[in-house]
């Protein structure tokens, strides 16, 4: 019931096009695999909307299927037939790559609550594209400095062939400095992986990192679990998240990864954010859920100082980030990519409830890496 009271929200929105100032065109992930990210991005988001109180606001709503040909279709259909000013909502990053330089070489804005390929972020840097959750390395180069901190010396590396993995990998190899017993690129979608736990079962590995986002990891870590390998797992949050932890269960217990937000980081955004996104949607919201929060509350507080069609002005009102985030202190670096501490954070149980604690910073203030390639 819940869930529907913000889809009316959001047809309410839509259905008073000649009252809205500004349009935001949202293409995001709400159905087959990886659905509940893009679902939680959404609920994120349009949550923050319905809190600003502005009615001068409208957001249309796709679904891209996880197609990158779907998504190329709905961004040119936004672009060119909606008029939208600013566009978000992608959560690959083989569709961002897809969508992104075509919508910010238009002239329009994009604003990442989820993908960041190094290619965006380095020499294929926008001054129209802003990233608000992380560059694809971040995570797992904390998972790198968190491995050394515990003294694994010898991981079996894993991740789907796709931008997002390859950057996974390559995260994860710049600061862990041990050896690497195996590393392994899996198939996009991939649900068995018999051969890989084989792979690591005899690979004399002390440790694996892996990266397998949405469906793929609830079906790694049970297959893993099931499999009786007892070697140590470590990843970033997104095999880890809300959502996916209720589907893994009791073999994701103990388990530590790595992200730049938890439910328990202590401020009083943060705090309302929790409480609020719990009471309207009936579950504990995800790392995506605080990033479509945090993306809307962006460009909410760039709103308050100038209109899109200004770019000028309306760019620098981004670059100055005045808004309260969920994560506490926000800054943009030079490529417009957050520069952000990661936290190392372990799988618990509270009551019936899967979820994650705070035990630690794996990195402080981190910015990503390339940035120095960025010409803006």
Same mark, same amino acid.
């Given at each position: 019931?819940?869930?529907?009271?913000?889809?009316?929200?959001?047809?309410?929105?839509?259905?008073?096009?000649?009252?809205?100032? %500004?349009?935001?065109?949202?293409?995001?992930t709400?159905?087959?695999? #990886?659905?509940?990210?893009?679902?939680? /991005?959404r609920?994120?988001?349009?949550?923050?909307?319905?809190?600003?109180?502005?009615?001068?606001?409208?957001?249309?709503?796709?679904?891209?299927?996880r197609?990158?040909?779907?998504?190329?279709?709905?961004?040119?259909?936004? /672009?060119?037939?909606?008029?939208v000013?600013?566009?978000?909502?992608?959560?690959?990053?083989?569709?961002?790559?897809? %969508?992104?330089?075509?919508?910010?070489?238009?002239?329009?804005?994009?604003?990442?609550p989820?993908?960041?390929? $190094?290619?965006?972020?380095?020499q294929?840097c926008?001054?129209?594209?802003?990233?608000?959750?992380?560059?694809?390395?971040?995570?797992?180069?904390?998972?790198?400095?968190?491995?050394?901190?515990? #003294?694994?010396?010898?991981?079996?590396?894993?991740?789907?062939?796709?931008?997002?993995?390859?950057?996974?990998?390559?995260?994860?190899?710049?600061?862990?400095?041990?050896?690497?017993?195996?590393?392994?690129?899996?198939?996009?979608g991939?649900?068995?992986?018999?051969?890989?736990?084989?792979q690591?079962r005899?690979?004399?590995?002390?440790?694996?990192?892996?990266?397998?986002?949405?469906?793929?990891?609830?079906?790694?870590?049970?297959?893993?679990?099931?499999?009786g390998?007892?070697?140590?797992?470590i990843?970033?949050a997104f095999?880890f998240?809300?959502?996916?932890?209720?589907? /893994?269960?009791d073999?994701?217990?103990?388990? /530590?990864?790595t992200?730049?937000?938890?439910?328990?980081?202590?401020?009083p955004?943060?705090?309302?954010?929790?409480?609020?996104?719990?009471?309207?949607?009936?579950?504990?919201?995800?790392?995506?859920?605080?990033?479509?929060?945090?993306?809307?509350?962006?460009?909410?507080?760039?709103?308050?100082?100038?209109?899109?069609?200004?770019g000028?002005?309306?760019r620098?009102?981004?670059?100055?980030?005045?808004?309260? $985030?969920?994560?506490?202190?926000?800054?943009?670096?030079?490529?417009?990519?957050?520069?952000?501490?990661?936290?190392?954070?372990?799988v618990?149980?509270?009551?019936?409830?899967?979820?994650?604690?705070?035990i630690?910073?794996?990195?402080?203030?981190?910015?990503?890496?390339?940035?120095?390639?960025?010409?803006?």
């Amino acid at each position: 019931m819940r869930k529907f009271l913000f889809a009316t929200v959001a047809a309410a929105l839509c259905a008073t096009t000649a009252a809205s100032e %500004v349009k935001i065109g949202m293409i995001t992930t709400l159905s087959g695999g #990886g659905a509940g990210l893009g679902i939680d /991005v959404r609920d994120g988001f349009m949550l923050a909307i319905a809190q600003s109180g502005r009615d001068d606001i409208e957001v249309v709503i796709e679904d891209d299927q996880r197609k990158p040909d779907v998504a190329v279709q709905l961004s040119d259909k936004m /672009v060119q037939s909606e008029r939208v000013d600013i566009m978000t909502g992608i959560i690959w990053s083989n569709l961002a790559m897809a %969508v992104v330089p075509s919508v910010v070489g238009q002239g329009v804005f994009y604003l990442s609550p989820n993908a960041g390929p $190094s290619q965006l972020a380095g020499q294929g840097c926008h001054e129209n594209y802003f990233n608000v959750a992380w560059q694809n390395d971040n995570l797992h180069e904390a998972a790198g400095a968190y491995a050394n901190s515990v #003294g694994y010396e010898n991981s079996f590396i894993m991740a789907p062939n796709y931008p997002a993995g390859q950057d996974a990998l390559t995260g994860y190899k710049r600061l862990y400095t041990g050896a690497l017993s195996g590393e392994v690129f899996t198939q996009l979608g991939q649900t068995d992986y018999a051969a890989e736990i084989a792979q690591i079962r005899a690979s004399g590995a002390d440790s694996v990192f892996f990266f397998l986002p949405g469906g793929m990891g609830i079906s790694f870590l049970k297959q893993y679990a099931d499999s009786g390998v007892d070697i140590p797992v470590i990843g970033p949050a997104f095999s880890f998240d809300q959502g996916i932890l209720q589907a /893994v269960g009791d073999a994701a217990l103990g388990v /530590v990864n790595t992200s730049q937000w938890n439910k328990d980081i202590d401020n009083p955004t943060n705090a309302a954010f929790v409480e609020t996104f719990q009471a309207e949607y009936g579950r504990l919201p995800s790392l995506y859920a605080s990033q479509g929060f945090d993306t809307a509350n962006l460009l909410i507080s760039a709103l308050e100082v100038a209109d899109p069609s200004d770019g000028d002005a309306f760019r620098d009102a981004l670059r100055a980030a005045e808004f309260d $985030s969920t994560r506490g202190d926000f800054s943009f670096g030079p490529n417009h990519h957050p520069i952000q501490t990661i936290y190392a954070r372990e799988v618990i149980k509270e009551g019936d409830v899967y979820t994650n604690k705070i035990i630690g910073v794996a990195l402080e203030n981190h910015a990503d890496a390339y940035a120095a390639a960025c010409k803006m």
